[in-house]
């Protein structure tokens, strides 16, 4: 394994760091912190770097860890986007480490990730939070794949890759365009189309196996106006696992981290002060 770090700029500013882990390059946000670790794991599309906010909030209390997950961000592509390889992914960067366990946190595929490297070690993972992802990812219940497959590789400009991208049916694309780079040829995103369409089908499909599997304490929370996760689902699955606790967050879209940061924050730092603190 080896790494290569670039400084932060101050005492609460995380560093991109890289290392490689099993042949592969893994970029990842780390806050560089005092206290117990917190990994945490973006969805579909994203990249580590949505967590710098909670990152800051953490500050002086937890170490936040936040990969691109294979085939996302700046990390690299990989022949299997199984749950199980993510959450083989998540261990092995805690190796890399020398990380024995940490809190785990997921939002939306990467929560799916958190409770199956949960359910798979679950040595590695101290707390679990899981941030509006269902167990019963298929339809009626979500829409478990976003089609893709028709948006551009390249466009003209950032701007251009966004409305492509909505032109697409997509009513609006700035969380798509956090992963958007210029290169060479033009704009277009750091993940590749057709990797994300493997992806999103490895997810498809009912969960709650996994979700059942572990005990680690729990947190579990929902957006009000989530288009994954409905109040229904997110009752049954409190229910189904001991030691979980269940949040609303009103007012919020799926993207619940970025609707209400501060609460987010507060929500996540006050279930580790609880769990692990």
């Not at 019963?136 to 590789?153: F, G, I, K, Q």
Request: hydrophobic fraction near 45%.
């Amino acid at each position: 394994m080896s790494q290569d770090r670039e400084k932060p700029q101050g005492a609460s500013e995380p560093a991109e760091c890289t290392a490689t882990v099993g042949g592969r390059r893994v970029t990842y946000l780390d806050s560089q912190g005092p206290g117990p670790v917190l990994l945490a794991l973006h969805g579909h599309f994203g990249r580590g770097r949505i967590f710098a906010p909670l990152a800051r909030a953490l500050a002086g209390r937890y170490r936040l860890l936040a990969p691109d997950q294979r085939g996302h961000g700046h990390s690299d592509r990989a022949d299997s986007y199984a749950p199980e390889a993510y959450a083989d992914d998540a261990a092995a960067l805690l190796d890399a480490l020398a990380i024995p366990s940490a809190a785990v946190l997921g939002h939306s595929m990467g929560g799916a990730v958190a409770f199956v490297l949960a359910a798979r070690a679950p040595e590695r993972v101290s707390a679990l939070l899981v941030a509006d992802m269902t167990v019963l990812n298929r339809e009626p219940e979500a829409h478990p794949v976003l089609d893709c497959s028709t948006w551009p590789r390249r466009a003209e400009s950032r701007g251009a890759l966004g409305a492509a991208i909505e032109a697409r049916g997509v009513p609006d694309a700035a969380y798509f365009l956090d992963s958007a780079a210029e290169f060479d040829d033009g704009w277009g995103l750091l993940c590749d189309t057709g990797d994300m369409m493997a992806s999103q089908r490895a997810f498809a499909g009912d969960l709650s196996a996994w979700w059942r599997a572990s005990r680690q304490p729990a947190l579990l929370m929902r957006a009000e106006h989530s288009f994954m996760l409905s109040e229904r689902v997110a009752r049954r699955m409190a229910d189904a696992r001991p030691r979980t606790e269940l949040l609303a967050f009103p007012g919020c879209g799926h993207w619940l981290y970025e609707d209400d940061p501060d609460g987010f924050a507060r929500a996540v730092g006050g279930f580790l002060d609880r769990a692990v603190g």
